[in-house]
């Protein structure tokens, strides 16, 4: 497990292979270079079944499981939010931002 920021603070915990292949072109760096090996420490929200849509999938394309893992996993949030279409408005509305 590896310790990562984003340009808003936030820290996760998460596993080298999460980080690279998701967390990297979304913007967020490693905070701490030192692999974190106490299983105490492992947040438990991050389970490497949430990584269960392809990386360059279309949001179009995804299922609603997916968007919603993706929107958690992108720090956006969905509260409220039900449907497909509305999760992938406030996607892209959110990336727009980035």
Known sequence: MIKIVNSQGAERLVT?????????RQGWK???KKPMVKVK???EEFDEDDFDFEEDK???KMTLKELKNYAD?????I???TS????????K???EIL
């Open 84 to 91: 497909k279409k509305q999760i992938i408005e406030a996607i």
């Open 41 to 43: 420490e492992i947040d």
């Open 58 to 60: 279309p949001l179009e």
């Open 30 to 32: 490693i905070k701490d």
């Open 73 to 77: 996993l992108s720090d956006i949030d």
């Open 16 to 24: 080298a292979g999460a980080f690279n292949s998701f967390f990297k």
């Open 93 to 95: 509305a959110a990336e």
């Open 79 to 81: 509260t409220g939010l």
